[in-house]
């Protein structure tokens, strides 16, 4: 063990960092997605309501994995069908666009929970001081909405870090694609994957532990 | 009533959830400075008709008139309208995530109707006039409901409306909260602000209403001073319902 921990070490932080990069570029615009999708379905438009619900239940009715495979290599194909030429993604560009979708669509239910918890109260409240739709779930739902929903978030952030080791398949150099290199460069497998479990673990324990004194933070003078 | 200006103008106004009918044909002209109280038993559509006049529920049928404002006219700006129609809740709907001050503050600033300096003048008059000064810093959940909707009365008055509607303002106060509710609502009845209430404080109807309307089934059935309704209602369906709240 200590073996490959002298010998890949350096290697294996690295791939952990790819991982959190890409964690965290994902997270990044799978709230922006799943707050614009969040808002379509709590809205009383029609149209957006099912654009909503649509996009949830398309990305949640397929796999991660074909979802990737189908941004990587799909994707170019369709635009190369569509007469442009040269077009590539890389595997963080195709990592990055399916995890946010994915984790967007997850992200959107979360919100939409969220806002739906507020009592309907504050609206009118708000709603009757002259405020518009927009300026009241702005100040007064959205606010309150975020506190009910961070635990949710929280996992959420949890499942897509641990979603970012099925990138793998796409050539994407993270965590686990290391693992899957450096246990067959040594056939050390009991090993090696031990090693990557616990660098996996670390990270969540750790980022558990800081996410519950946020959550206490933000509920304090409730 | 004669020669008053006439401030909320209901013309056949008709309500309907699906296929129930709420309100069936109300019209009433209420005037400035006056206060109406709204009896009836519960489904009558009284609280309905009160959340009609600032739009919380869209009028089926039928023209609303406020300050020469068609109301019910889809061009109409509903929001500046409401900046001058107060509302109070039966449950309070105070901003939870917000301390009593910035309750009061939200609208008059995001408005834009005052500066923030003004809103914080605003803000300790109205908790002084409420009877609340040293409450400023807290949050709604450390207050007695009592408190609570005295904050909300207080927020509603620092958009400096011309019109106040009450949707049961003390029935989900315990007992003893009720006077301290009502206390600050008598006062702004003596300041002579237009208020549309809806109640069950009969007591707090016959001291400071101006009109009492008796609602039931979608209607009207019976209006005038509380001295009339409450001394000589003719109506037998009136007779029934104050012979059992009396």
Request: glycine share 8%; net charge neutral.
């Amino acid at each position: 063990m200590s073996l490959i921990i002298q010998t890949y070490g350096s290697m294996l932080l690295g791939a952990l960092g790819k991982t959190l990069l890409l964690t965290l570029l994902s997270l990044f615009f799978a709230m922006i997605i799943g707050m614009i999708f969040a808002l379509m379905n709590v809205g009383h438009n029609r149209f957006f309501n099912f654009l909503g619900i649509a996009y949830v239940d398309a990305v949640r009715g397929v796999p991660l994995i074909v979802l990737a495979y189908f941004i990587y290599f799909g994707l170019p194909t369709a635009v190369r069908m569509m007469g442009v030429e040269g077009f590539r993604l890389t595997a963080l560009q195709a990592g990055t666009m399916a995890l946010s979708m994915n984790c967007g669509a997850y992200m959107a239910e979360i919100i939409r929970a969220g806002i739906e918890s507020v009592d309907r109260g504050q609206m009118e409240a708000s709603r009757s001081l002259g405020l518009n739709y927009a300026k009241s779930m702005q100040l007064v739902v959205v606010p309150q909405a975020i506190r009910t929903m961070i635990p949710s978030i929280i996992n959420q952030f949890i499942i897509t870090l641990k979603d970012t080791s099925i990138l793998s398949v796409i050539g994407f150099p993270e965590l686990t694609n290391m693992g899957k290199t450096i246990s067959g460069n040594t056939f050390k497998s009991l090993e090696t994957w031990a090693i990557v479990g616990v660098m996996y673990m670390v990270v969540i324990i750790t980022l558990s532990k800081i996410a519950k004194r946020v959550e206490r933070r933000v509920n304090r003078g409730r | 009533m004669e020669g008053k200006k006439t401030i909320i103008h209901v013309e056949n106004l008709k309500k309907n959830f699906g296929s129930l009918e709420v309100l069936k044909e109300i019209s009433i002209d209420i005037y400035e400075g006056e206060v109406v109280v709204i009896l009836g038993p519960s489904g009558s559509g009284k609280s309905t008709f009160l959340r009609c006049l600032n739009q919380l529920e869209s009028a089926t049928d039928g023209t609303i008139i406020i300050d020469n404002m068609n109301i019910t006219d889809k061009h109409t700006d509903i929001n500046k309208v409401r900046e001058n129609i107060g509302m109070v809740f039966q449950q309070f709907n105070l901003f939870a995530h917000k301390t009593v001050a910035e309750n009061i503050m939200l609208a008059p600033v995001h408005l834009k109707t005052m500066t923030k300096e003004e809103s914080k003048v605003k803000c300790s008059q109205l908790l002084e006039r409420v009877g609340m000064p040293e409450k400023a810093e807290a949050y709604p959940s450390q207050l007695s409901g009592g408190q609570k909707q005295r904050v909300a009365i207080a927020r509603s008055l620092a958009m400096n409306p011309d019109i106040m509607l009450f949707d049961e303002p003390t029935s989900a106060l315990d007992p003893e909260m009720v006077g301290e509710v009502l206390a600050v609502m008598k006062e702004l009845v003596a300041d002579g602000m237009t208020m549309v209430v809806v109640t069950h404080e009969v007591g707090f109807a016959r001291e400071v209403a101006d009109r009492i309307i008796f609602m039931d089934g979608g209607y009207i059935v019976e209006q005038g001073t509380p001295e009339e309704v409450f001394q000589r209602p003719k109506e037998p369906r009136t007779i029934d319902f104050l012979n059992k709240v009396l």
